[in-house]
Nanobody, 123 residues
């Protein structure tokens, strides 16, 4: 089992930046992948970005390319999502996701979810 805890959401004006963090704990296998999704009430959960936990490539949805960046945090087992040039359409609840067998780019691949952190962007 893996536990995921997000932090770093908040409110910004359009054009601003936020940095989300996700700390993973528990039994983390070599094949583990982590990522971020977001969801607006009434809509499906949307993939944002993902990476192999032990140093693989990073993948981004088209909506995130050029504005959002994944990185490993200084603290152990921490994944960072740096979000720049935020727009009102980026407002959502952002969820950290984990997959025991890699991927983590579609909801069916996800084994673990964090509780989410709210991002609000005002125009």
């Amino acid at each position: 089992q893996v536990q995921l805890v997000e932090s770093g959401g908040g409110s910004v004006q359009a054009g601003g930046s936020l940095r989300l963090s996700c700390v993973a704990s528990g039994t983390i296998y070599r094949t583990f992948a982590m990522g971020w999704f977001r969801q607006v009430p009434g809509q499906e959960r949307e993939y944002i970005a993902s990476t192999d936990f032990y140093g693989g490539r990073r993948y981004y949805a088209d909506s995130a390319k050029g504005r959002f960046t994944l990185s490993q945090g200084n603290a152990k087992n921490t994944l960072i999502l740096q979000m720049n040039s935020l727009q009102p359409e980026d407002a959502a609840r952002y969820y950290c996701a984990g997959s025991d067998i890699g991927g983590c780019a579609v909801v069916p691949d996800v084994n673990y979810w964090g509780h989410g952190t709210q991002v609000t962007v005002s125009s």
